[in-house]
């Protein structure tokens, strides 16, 4: 993994609330960890100078996690409210330390089955 180079991203404790909770088995939401890591460094790579250029990130990750839901339910879980409020929650940090400050959030993860 490369190393990202904002601060904010660097020290925030992605999924915090999911690791906390046994309902969520970790090895998954290392998963959705990953896929929100990963799409921070495609933002340092791309540097999305507006908000289509982001969306365009935002979208296919979102899409990435939608592609594991079916694995949660396979291991008696499910990306529910509480999921949805932590990943959500981790995209608004990831958007707007990276400068994205009045983007929409829906918008961010609108192609989102959870």
């Known amino acids: 993994m490369k190393v990202l ?3 904010a991203i660097k020290n925030h404790d992605f999924l915090k609330s999911m690791y906390q909770d046994d309902y969520f088995p970790d090895f998954l939401v290392d998963k959705i960890k990953s896929i929100l890591i990963s799409l921070c ?9 507006s908000d289509a250029s982001l969306l365009v990130l935002t979208h296919a990750t979102t899409e990435q996690i939608n592609d594991i839901e079916e694995e949660f339910e396979e291991n008696d879980s499910e990306l529910e409210t509480a999921a949805r ?3 959500a929650e981790d995209f608004s ?3 707007q330390s990276y400068g994205f400050k009045d983007i929409d ?8 089955n959870w």
């Open 85 to 87: 409020e932590a990943i």
């Open 93 to 95: 940090v990831i958007v």
């Open 41 to 49: 460094e495609d933002i340092e790579k791309a540097k999305p100078d």
């Open 5 to 7: 180079n904002n601060e």
């Open 105 to 112: 959030l829906e918008d961010v993860i609108a192609p989102r």
